[in-house]
């Protein structure tokens, strides 16, 4: 059974599927929605569990089918260990976001459906296609459902954040298009030869002087995604407009997707280039890690301050990926993974408490843990996992990260890590001042705390915070392999040009052995034989 | 090779056509929507139908005037099919805004056989008949509802500058008889490759005179003042046909004019061709951003368009040619059928004509909804519809030719487009209801030309195999009646 097929295309056919349903029938339209989410999760984890961690190629490939015969493009779709994990929360996430849509979303129930089962695999067809060409599809083909999400059901400036967001989108990925051109047409110089399949392209030996602005197309498309700093300025717009269920998607899966980029096309086909911008963009990454903390702390509305937690938290994933060290990398691949569950979470519970109060602003609320003590609870866990306390899946990431960073460059590391530190700082002031304090409001005195159907939805979310915080070998024994793989191709290529100063070669890579036994060696004496 | 009427046998139906709907509005006492709608549908199914038919027929007859070859097919596909789509759209609009509804059905075909004449000449002198032909009725058409002043100032204004740039195309054609001693583009291009006997002022000046006259009708910068005002007047499916056959029409004679100096071209001429794609396109990109009526910002935005062609006329060589029919054909569907559903949320009389009185469309009327959506996202060159699969194919031969900064200038016009394509669906799915009540009658025809427009979009977009084929089978054999 061409099981990736199914995983990518079951939310589109359940989209069609609720074109036959009347719009009036709101119910059935959200479990037809549902159901086909919580299927389509059910496929990703018989995936997850037959996904063979220690090989390094694609798994489950789909194909390649001819698609456009004339233009070499193929069908082909694949996991390998950097996407398996993003191929399960991208459903995972979509369960969460319809199902916290259910009292929020009231008017154009089946728009709203189509909109986020499309959406999804749209998602889904970026994380697993294996030909430039099908990807960029995917790549734009999500948008719109985004846009519409954003601009049907978001909040009072939701047609400026919706243009914006898919303007600066655009932006980026139009450029991209041009070097996925180049590089087809460099495949082979007789036109019915070429092809946009992954693996061909990968083989490609790319000039160093195209790859910088081969490299620079791309990136540019990704960095607008991610996003890196400079290029954050849509971020919080189209955050604070989304709905809630547009949020968790947004924050928890889109902005994966440049980070995704990065590692699955500029990494390996721009080997050379991607050594020669390591400075750049982790300067950028710091950057954004300090200044969206910083930012984050200053503000007043909390769906803009998780906004802007996402740019820092996105900051260190992309801070980790061009440490380009094994444990870097899979801390990276696991903080994506992390940031889409706590982020994901935070966006979940502030639109809980938006519900109740239809307010966002800090100084609204004060004490309300004295009403809502399981809401406080459970958002508590959230901010002490988002801001990478041991034992949450946080830790993980943050530390894999800082680690494998500290290997490469210390500066950048020690930067990084008082980026930890101001998160802290602005995470838990805003719990302190939202949950903490005097009940002095009065509207607030009347809150009603969880109810079942916002328990459950919440309750996932926290299995897998500790899940990966106290256990994350489950995960980190898939993705290992593909790390290494995925840094001997970026390393390999650099003996042959010798483009990287000796310094710094020395530490990519070395401890490829070792990699896997982070948790379960001591920490210190490893740290010790890597430098 | 004397008279082979199998290869301007399509041609030849379009002609007939156009004389029975004549003929039977003279017998006929009242005059009947029906009858003449199906007529013309029957005529351009024939049509068609010869075209495929004759479609490995390949030739040159009539003493070197005629070819039929790969463009010329693929050409008479994309008129076809704009023309069949306007029947579609014109029919029920036409009973009940017009009278005199047999010359208008007329008109169209008469202005069709125009085009046909002039993708398939292999003469300076027959592009000029078939421009013609093609502008004459147009002309007419642009003014056809006399009762609306904007109507009547649209025909007026076309007709002026119309006339005047067919001026300019007759002196070109002049000038390179000057040059060459023939205006037989065979003839031309044989004394072209063979290096003498040709004044290269002359040829030079003379292309350049032939480019104004045709880029007038292809709506290019600087030669496209005219638009705006000529597709906001004149009726809203007159509007959709000029937008696609006529530019298609203009740009076959290009192609074909200029591939005959394809390989060794001047670098001082593809300059010129340069300033032209790149002013075309942001030109018309910018203006159709602050455009409140909707039939004005397609106006700019078709100009848009042609500055996409034009960079594959830059590209040149086989990948420039076929890039740039496939990507009218494209255009041609997409546009026309965007203008369908115009039509049918105008209202009586068409009223609605603001982008801002669409607000709330989107759910009032879901289906035409999600095709203007459709159209207006493929327009913008959004994967999975077939105008992004145009746009591909034109950047993939302008990078392939080594014109890199004018593929990034394309693609960042592009990113201008979508802002205003997206403000449709904006004001159609996120601005609130509007209070006034219009009444929008529904018409069977006009969906079926907005269904077969969205079936084609999408067929582009995603399975444009057999299309791409058929181009790049054009583009290759471009040179074909050189030999």
Known sequence: MPILSWIVFLPLFGAFISLFIRRTQADALKWTGLLFSVVDFILTVILFVHFDGSRIDMQFRDGP?????????????????????????????????????????REKVKGFVICMLILQTGMLGVFTATDLFLFYVFWEAMLIPMYFLIGIWGGPRKIYAAVKFVLFTMFGSLLMLLGILKLYLMTSPEPGNRTTDLLTIMNLRVPPELQTWLFLAFALAFAIKVPLFPFHTWLPDAHVEAPTAGSIILAGVLLKMGTYGFLRFCLPIFPDATLAFVPLISILALIGITYGAMVAMVQKDVKSLVAYSSVAHLGFVMLGIFALTDQALTGAIMQMINHGITTGALFLLVGMIYERRHTRLISDFGGIAHVMPVFATFFLIITLASIGLPGTNGFVGEFLILLGTFKSNITYAVIGT??????????????????????????????LDLGPREKIITLPLLIMVFWIGLYPRTFIDKIEPSVRQLLSQVRDRDHHTQLVHPDRTRGIGKDRCQGSGIFSEGEIEWVSTGE | MGFDWRIISPEIAVLATAIVLLVVDLFLKKARNTVFTSISLAGILIAMFLTFANSRHLGVGFSNIVVNDYVGFYFKIIFCLGTLLTIFTSSTYVARELRGIGEYY???????????????????????LGLEVMSIPL???AGINRDRPRSREAAMKYFLLGAFSSGFLLYGIALMFGAYGSTSLIEIGRRFQVGVNYSQVLSSAGLIFILIGLGFKAALTPFHLWVPDVYEGSVAPITAFMSAGPKAAAFAALFRIFSLFSPVISDNFNTILWILAVGTMTWGNILAIAQKNIKRMLAYSSIAHAGYVMIAL????????????????????????????????????EKLENIKDYAGFGTKYPLAGIALTVFMLSLAGIPSTAGFMGKY?????????????????????????????????????????SEQKVEVPFSTTLM???????????????????????ANLAGANFNWILQ
């Open chain 2, 314 to 349: 830059v590209a040149g060589g086989d990948a420039g040619l076929s890039a740039g029919i496939f990507y009218l054909l494209a255009y041609t569907v997409m546009n026309i059928g965007a203008f369908a559903v115009i039509i049918l949320f105008a209202g009586r009389g």
């Open chain 2, 139 to 141: 002309y007419v058409l």
């Open chain 2, 393 to 433: 194919k034109i950047f993939m031969a302008a990078v392939n030719s080594g014109y890199v900064w004018l593929a990034i200038i394309g693609v960042m016009n592009s990113l201008i487009s979508v802002w205003y394509y997206i403000g449709v669906v904006v004001a159609m799915y996120m601005l609130p209801e």
């Open chain 1, 418 to 447: 008082a980026g930890i530190v101001l998160a802290a700082v602005y995470m838990l002031w805003m719990v302190q001042r939202i949950f903490y304090g005097e009940l002095d409001k009065f509207e607030n005195k009347s809150l």
């Open chain 2, 448 to 470: 079926v030309a907005v269904f077969i427009a969205l079936f084609a979009t999408l067929h582009l977009g995603l399975f444009p195999d057999r299309w791409l084929d058929l």
């Open chain 1, 65 to 105: 089918f001819v698609w456009i015969r004339s233009l070499g493009v193929t069908f082909s779709l694949g996991v390998d260990g950097i996407s398996i994990l993003l191929v399960i929360l991208t459903p995972f996430l979509s369960i969460i976001a319809i199902a916290s849509a259910w009292n929020a979303i």
């Open chain 2, 106 to 128: 007329t008109l169209i075909f008469i202005a069709t056989f125009g085009m046909m004449v002039m993708a398939t000449s292999a003469d300076l002198i027959t592009i000029f």
